[in-house]
């Protein structure tokens, strides 16, 4: 039977799916590749979805691609894997995950043949991956992640503990349901998914778990998400080799203001908190129409400020560079929207001088950049 700790990060895989869809992220099935073996790439077997590499099929139960393709780039696959434990995530799993991508990217067969007719093209991707953590990831590895450009992403934020708590409950209520099942009826991991990304997805794949003891903490799951439509995660690109995941209490809010003026100013804020490394936070240079907070690894905030400068010049370093413009995209509709958030070095040097405000959600004062 399947873990507690592991069902939770499970289910929460499915959440942040569904939440990264407007990110124009959208789930694979077996479906998305038509072509004949030998040449298929993805193929659903007993326990999901499987995606080819050089060396190895690899299990791809969160597999997504997004919907724009970069310029002079590949189309992007992205691995969304998710934990929510009490232990930091530590380096076995980001070295797995470098592995798999790494088998991916090397399977390089770029045209197709059934050994009599002509040659043609064969579809290439650029897989990445990304690892959630509701509980932060340990110095290894995070220097890990930093050498090979796997993105960790910290989900320890205030703005996001609601869909936390909706996990965490739907998950022990699941549990706690198929406990006492024989096992013989009780539901695979893979039941329990298909069957909560048609309430989330509308994803219609079998099997799916049809146990009401199962499905309706599921249901009550979806119905949370639904209530809270206005709570979102965006992954966003800045310049460095990773992704940033911005969270906002009113991600519409943030839409709105972003269509209105795709490109716009922004202010940074660095937050500390009284638990927990420090909150970034990112409002317009004008107004407050929205606020997007994300947070970063010790050590790939370490590694953005390490210069020979102190601590609020090595800060304002990482404004000015890394943070100078970062990317998002919006799909709607399936129009995908270009945001870039600017922030420069005049503006910079006119925000330093103000007073710092304090931000009572994040407990303690925070510095204004």
Not at 23 to 34: N, V
Not at 238 to 259: C, E
Not at 343 to 366: A, C, I, N, Q
């Amino acid at each position: 039977m399947v873990r507690l700790e592991t069902l939770r990060g499970y289910l929460l895989e499915e959440v942040l799916a569904w939440l990264l869809r407007s990110s124009g992220y959208r789930l694979l099935t077996e479906k998305d590749d038509p072509v004949r073996p030998p040449w298929k790439v993805l193929e659903k077997r007993k326990h999901g979805l499987v995606v080819r590499g050089r060396g190895a099929w690899h299990q791809a139960d969160t597999l997504g691609e997004f919907q724009y393709v970069p310029p002079f780039s590949l189309p992007i696959r992205l691995f969304a894997e998710a934990k929510f434990t009490r232990p930091k995530v530590g380096l076995p799993t980001v070295r797995n995950g470098h592995g798999v991508v790494h088998d991916l990217n090397e399977n390089v067969v770029t045209t197709l043949s059934n050994g009599s007719g002509p040659h043609r093209p064969r579809v290439r991707y650029h897989y990445s991956y990304a690892i959630f953590s509701t509980s932060g990831f340990t110095q290894d590895a995070q220097e890990y992640a930093l050498a090979h450009q796997i993105s960790l992403i910290d989900l320890s934020l205030p703005d996001f503990q609601p869909l936390c708590d909706l996990v965490r409950v739907a998950a022990k209520s699941v549990y706690d349901a198929m406990r006492p099942m024989p096992p013989s009826q009780r539901p695979t991991v893979y039941e329990i998914r298909n069957y909560l990304r048609r309430h989330l997805l509308n994803l219609w794949d079998e099997p799916a778990a049809d146990a009401s003891t199962v499905t309706d903490p599921l249901d009550t799951l979806a119905a949370g998400l639904r209530r809270r439509s206005s709570l979102g995660l965006v992954l966003a690109f800045p310049a460095a080799p990773f992704v940033l995941g911005l969270v906002s209490n009113d991600l519409h809010a943030f839409v709105r203001h972003a269509r209105e003026q795709p490109t716009h100013a922004v202010r940074v804020h660095r937050s500390h908190r009284s638990v927990g490394h420090p909150v970034w936070l990112i409002e317009p240079r004008v107004g407050s129409a929205y606020r997007l907070a994300f947070s970063l690894p010790e050590q790939v905030e370490a590694w953005i400020l390490d210069q020979e400068e102190g601590t609020r010049s090595r800060t304002h370093w990482m404004t000015r560079n890394l943070l100078s413009a970062i990317t998002m995209y919006w799909v709607d509709e399936n129009h995908t929207h270009t945001f870039q958030l600017q922030y420069s070095s005049s503006e910079f040097r006119e925000v330093s001088g103000r007073p710092r405000p304090s931000f009572s959600d994040f407990g303690e004062t925070s510095n204004l950049f």
